[in-house]
């Protein structure tokens, strides 16, 4: 079984907009040597959309369909 | 491991060092979920996994002073590595200074980039294979000077070193910059 590693914090902007952490990232704050720069608590809808297209794998977002359930 | 050398024609190979330097203390590495080294023996996979309210501190350099040098040491059938990170952090800023000051008697994990790979100084393979802090960074050299002239250089150069049985492992995980629980 996985450790559970840092608390991870997404920002409210992005949990409005539908956005989950998923997998096991190393923490809220961290360089991805594909990704470059990220931070969940200051990450914008549009970076956190461009990083979905690019196959990010530790955020996920609900359709609008399952945000109105 | 001994492998054919190959190099690819037109693949980009240029010098120096580039990002910054990430360095950590030894002691903050949390390898109770052990490291795996890839098949070719060189990379690291996974995350280096940092204890809880620890992290990474990025470290500035002049670009263009930034260098990796790894050099064989030893004699005849008792051969091994000095891999060594050299930079230069400009001025003398108090909080800077206070680093190195921390830094002189220590044990260290530092990540350095260059224009291909991240290189993880301080982490170490076995003979088994296994990822161990057996042989962390430590401050090799400080040479700091405010310069004579105008036109001389106000800084510090730092040389960081660690010894290894192998070359520089190459680190492909994330670097973890949050000091969060």
């Known amino acids: 079984m996985m450790k559970p590693r840092k608390k991870i914090e997404l920002n409210k902007e992005l949990i409005e907009a539908g956005f989950k952490v998923k997998g096991n990232p190393v923490s809220s704050k961290f360089i991805s040597r594909k990704f470059g720069n990220i931070d969940f608590r200051t990450m914008k809808v549009k970076q956190a959309e461009s990083l979905i297209i690019r196959d990010f794998p530790y955020l996920s977002k609900s359709s609008k369909k399952e945000l109105k359930e | 491991m001994l492998n054919d050398v190959t190099w690819e024609t037109g693949k980009q190979n240029m010098g120096g060092l580039k990002d910054s330097i990430y360095v950590t203390e030894a002691d903050n590495i949390d390898l109770t979920t052990p490291l795996v080294i890839d098949s070719d023996g060189k990379t690291i ?7 809880s309210a620890t992290k990474f501190k990025k470290m500035y350099f002049t670009k263009g002073t930034g ?4 050099n064989v040491v030893g004699e005849r059938d008792g051969k091994s590595f000095e891999n ?3 930079y230069n952090v400009p001025g ?5 200074l206070a680093t190195v000051d921390s830094m002189l008697n220590g044990a260290f994990v530092a990540i350095v980039k260059d224009g291909t790979n991240f ?11 296994n990822v161990t ?4 960074v ?3 050299s400080v040479t700091g000077s405010t310069g004579a002239a105008a036109a001389d250089k106000r800084g510090m150069t730092i040389v960081l070193k660690s010894e290894a049985p192998h070359s520089p492992l190459i680190y492909t995980g994330d670097i973890d ?3 969060a629980a």
């Not at chain 2, 996979?45 to 204890?51: F, R, S």
């Not at chain 2, 260098?67 to 790894?70: G, H, Q, S």
């Not at chain 2, 802090?133 to 962390?136: L, R, V």
């Open chain 2, 92 to 96: 003398a800023e108090p909080a800077n």
């Open chain 2, 133 to 136: 802090i057996d042989f962390p």
């Open chain 2, 67 to 70: 260098k990796l040098d790894f």
């Open chain 2, 119 to 129: 290189y993880v100084l301080g982490l170490s393979k076995d003979e088994e294979g």
């Open chain 2, 45 to 51: 996979t996974g995350d280096i996994v940092l204890k």
């Open chain 2, 84 to 86: 060594m990170a050299e």
């Open chain 2, 177 to 179: 910059l949050d000091d």
């Open chain 2, 138 to 140: 430590y401050t090799e």
